[in-house]
């Protein structure tokens, strides 16, 4: 069935050092992938997107990683900071209707 | 900015109560949708809605309804609540596009019922 998971449930990181946050998905035919970021009592944000045409696209401090051969997704986060700190989910777009199927997230955490 | 705003933060209702969730954006986004969130299982969809009085179900549609009567405003509709319905609800908005930004959500309502 179609699924979007996420390979690590909590990931600690230090502060200052690059974050990389991994997903998996299941739908081949997916063609768009979003990630999100939520912080404590808010909803999700946007953070950055990638088209299947692409392999990496990247903001700021930001760059998302795609791998069609195996569908894997990635985030990495350079240089984090304490304000990173938040549960992040990758997402895909069915497409149609700008549905998405949500991963389940990855909670990072930062030590000072 | 886009700016989705949900009626209340925080809702304590009992079994069997009628229960009004209400969305509204101000971008005249075209695309609102209707999610609850639970620890583990990410985000699902309910209900969506692609424009003014129409809808779609989404993966988990039981026991709820929507009403979009105008573009800005999409709610979410509790017939009878139920425990397991205790959830963390979260609206969103979207462009017709399929590209650009996704989904712009809302600060969501945390749904307690007893």
């Known amino acids: 069935g179609e699924s979007v998971g996420l390979h690590l449930p909590t990931l600690s990181v230090q502060e200052g050092d690059n974050s990389i946050i991994n997903c998996a998905y299941s739908n081949s035919a997916s063609d768009y992938f979003i990630w999100y970021k939520q912080e404590s009592g808010k909803g999700p944000q946007f953070i950055i997107d990638i088209r299947s045409n692409m392999d990496k696209r990247q903001g700021q401090r930001v760059t998302v990683l795609l791998n069609k051969t195996v569908k894997h997704l990635s985030l990495q986060i350079a240089a984090t900071q304490p304000g990173d700190s938040a549960v992040y989910f990758c997402?895909?777009?069915?497409?149609?209707?700008?549905?998405?199927?949500w991963g389940a997230g990855t909670k990072l955490i930062i030590k000072p | 900015d886009v700016k989705v705003t949900q009626s209340s933060r925080y809702l304590v209702k009992r079994t069997g109560e009628k229960v009004f969730l209400e969305c509204v954006q101000d971008?005249?986004?075209?695309?609102m949708f209707w999610y609850r969130q639970d620890p583990g299982l990410g985000l699902r969809l309910i209900y969506f809605?692609?424009?003014?009085?129409?809808?779609e179900k989404g993966d988990i549609p039981e026991g709820y309804s929507v009403s979009r009567e105008k573009k800005e405003r999409f709610s979410l509709i509790l017939e009878s609540a139920s425990t397991n319905q205790t959830s963390m609800y979260l609206c969103?908005?979207?462009?017709?596009?399929?590209?650009?930004?996704?989904?712009?959500f809302g600060p969501g309502t945390r749904l307690t019922v007893l």
């Open positions: 971008m005249d986004h075209e695309n």
């Open positions: 809605s692609y424009d003014v009085k129409m809808k």
């Open positions: 969103a908005s979207t462009l017709g596009d399929r590209g650009g930004e996704g989904q712009f």
């Open positions: 997402a895909e777009n069915r497409g149609s209707n700008y549905q998405l199927i």
